[in-house]
């Protein structure tokens, strides 16, 4: 393979390479890169805290007041420990396909919970079934003690149905708006009726709950259940190209292609074999086209888990960690609303964009950034006596120079600009880094991060 080629593939099936990982690399072919990533992520790892103060507690504490409170900090508290664990596995992962995967669906069976039980039995689902069959996938989901609560379906019962799950799990998450209509919802609301979970984590149906009478879907009639109606669902080539277009538009552009999209679904639909189709995306010689190199703009995670490939840091405090995830727009665990993020140029804003610059020179030197009182976003205020706007912190990290060194000792400053920008510079930002060629290796590796270009992937 072409080293650009290369340096593209691990830019979307992670975050980015190494040259010391791309000269082992380049003897191989392309099947055997590709087969290596899959086998690689065959072993699923979950991902664990400690969270057994759970054990401590019962379904009666809480009505206890004060013992309920106090499962709530503790559940907080976690839950940051887990953002943590979760951004540092991201980084540090074999697995690479299965992780940057699993981030994906994470944007796309959308769910929030306060409960750290379920954000990590949830978050564990999406890894487990991150390059499998979609169908039992979506099933797995309807029955995650997290999404039940985050779209009502305890609610949801015989005689009174609850439509949230049954309007997301068409619009959101299979078949995109406009694909079924009101009378579908509310038919499909009542065959998931009687969807519940206990204190646990553990899923429960309750068959009290659960409406017997026949229901009419997509103009069939039956006394359809829940997985019956994914089973209805998925007959639906609808949902193959659906499918196929989310992780067209995550993994290759944000343009969307109509014969690459064909492609795809023609390999899906029917199988649903979510590793057969990512292989596909891979092998294809439109994923390497030169409209898709450097095209896309890096989320928030991926800008912070790069750099990270580039130059090994370990934040030292996981709330510090969340503070430049809440300054660069993207928490994990903690999405925006039901539809998740927003994606490519809505990434970058005003106010992301001075905190994306600065950011590489701030982590990397453990200085201090200045942020606004009033909301998230890095502030540029030019008053700086107005103190209330003004909130300073320094973000405190180990940085594993040494690393980078040796994986970039064969580096020269010019070698750099194509290993850490990847993209085509225009001219004035290539005479600005002539400029620059006297610095040491790492703060000119600190000035390319801190360039817009550096914000493609």
């Known amino acids: 393979m072409e080293l650009a080629h290369l340096q593209h593939l691990y830019n979307r099936i992670g975050f980015g390479v ?3 990982q791309l000269k082992s ?46 499962l709530q900090k503790l559940s907080r508290q976690k839950i940051v420990e887990y953002n943590f664990a979760w951004l540092n596995r991201l980084s540090n992962s074999t697995e690479l396909l299965r992780e940057k995967m ?13 409960n750290i039980l379920f954000v990590q039995q949830f978050n564990n689902s999406l890894r487990e079934n991150a ?37 997301e799990l068409m619009e959101l998450f299979t078949l995109g708006q ?45 006394n359809f259940n829940g997985e019956d ?61 030169e409209e898709n190199l450097s095209a896309k703009i890096k989320s928030p995670i991926e800008f912070l888990v790069g ?26 665990l903690r999405p925006p609303n039901v539809a998740g993020w927003k994606t490519g140029k809505y990434w970058i804003d005003s106010n992301t964009i001075v905190t994306r610059l600065r950011l590489p020179s701030v982590l990397l030197n453990n200085a201090e950034i200045t942020y606004s009182d009033k909301g998230d976003e890095e502030a540029m205020v030019t008053n700086f006596s107005a103190k209330k ?22 580096s020269s400053h010019q070698d750099l600009i194509t290993q850490v920008l990847g993209s085509k510079i225009n001219k004035g930002t290539k005479a600005l880094l002539e400029e620059k060629q006297n610095v040491s290796k790492r703060d000119f590796c600190v000035q390319l991060m801190s360039l817009p270009e550096y914000q493609l992937c």
């Open 18 to 20: 190494t040259p010391k």
């Open 25 to 70: 690399l380049s003897s191989k072919s392309k099947k055997e890169i590709i087969d290596d990533l899959f086998l690689l992520s065959e072993k699923v790892t979950p991902l664990k805290v400690d969270i057994s103060f759970v054990g401590n507690y019962s379904i009666q504490d809480l009505k206890d007041i004060t013992k309920r409170r106090e």
């Open 102 to 114: 699993t981030l994906f669906w994470a944007n796309h069976f959308v769910c929030e919970s306060k």
């Open 131 to 167: 390059l499998e069959n979609f169908g039992d996938f979506v099933k797995t989901i309807a029955k995650e003690p997290a999404m039940i609560d985050y779209l009502n379906s305890k609610q949801n019962k015989k005689g009174s149905p609850n439509e949230n799950f049954a309007r």
């Open 178 to 222: 406009d694909q079924y209509s009101q009378q579908d919802i509310t038919e499909v609301a009542k065959a998931f009726t009687g969807y519940s979970r206990n204190f646990r984590g553990d899923f429960v149906f309750k068959n009290r709950q659960h409406d017997e009478n026949e229901k009419t879907v997509f103009g069939k009639t039956d």
């Open 229 to 289: 109606i994914i089973d209805l669902i998925l007959e639906k080539k609808q949902c193959a190209k659906f499918i196929c277009e989310k992780i067209y538009l995550y993994f290759v552009n944000d343009n969307l292609n109509k014969n690459h999209i064909e492609e795809m679904s023609e390999v899906f639909y029917g199988n649903y074999n979510i590793e057969k189709l990512m292989r596909f995306v891979f092998t294809t010689n439109w994923f390497y086209g």
């Open 307 to 332: 750099m990270n490939t580039i130059v090994p840091y370990t934040i030292e405090q996981p709330k510090k960690a969340i503070l430049l995830q809440k300054l660069l727009s993207q928490i994990l």
């Open 389 to 410: 706007l003004r909130k300073k912190t320094f973000v405190k990290a180990t940085i594993d120079w040494e690393s980078f060194d040796e994986n970039f000792k064969e």
